[in-house]
């Protein structure tokens, strides 16, 4: 139920601000309808493969445009931006450089002493991104070395 009305008031909220096109609304879709984070050309191949020719340039401009009306977030990787719903609660990442993994973490004592330093320093926070990098589990337990 509450993802159909945050669903209801995304579109409101599109339509207000701007032309919701078909292409747009399909990428919206796909970011809306999992809990991955996406990149450009993810998205292209998953939208292509349901039958949505979409090139890659469209995909790019709708989630500029998405991203822009606040209806998804992006996060900046060393090689790109992953893309994911702005309706979750805040939370930061954990990023595998074997897999290229991403988790999902919130932590209360982190989000404390950021508020700490911030007003330590007299600065203004507007918001901010804590981006871990490191090897997963999995990759551990995989037994991988080289790509550790």
Do not use: P
Request: net charge negative; proline share 0%; charged share 25%.
């Amino acid at each position: 139920m509450v993802l159909m009305v945050a669903m209801i008031m995304i579109m409101v909220i599109i339509c207000i601000m701007k032309r919701l096109t078909v292409q747009r609304q399909a990428i919206l879709d796909v970011i809306s309808h999992s809990n991955r984070h996406w990149d450009a050309e993810e998205l292209a191949r998953a939208l292509n493969e349901d039958g949505q020719q979409l090139g890659i340039a469209t995909v790019y401009r709708g989630l500029a445009a998405l991203e822009a009306a606040g209806l998804i977030k992006s996060i900046q990787l060393s090689d790109k931006k992953r893309y994911e719903r702005a309706d979750k609660d805040h939370h930061d990442h954990m990023v595998c450089t074997a897999c290229g993994a991403i988790e999902e973490f919130c932590d209360s004592k982190i989000e404390v002493r950021q508020k700490q330093v911030v007003q330590e320093e007299s600065f203004h926070m507007t918001g901010h991104q804590l981006l871990i990098f490191g090897i997963c589990k999995t990759c551990m337990n995989d037994g991988d070395k080289d790509n550790i």
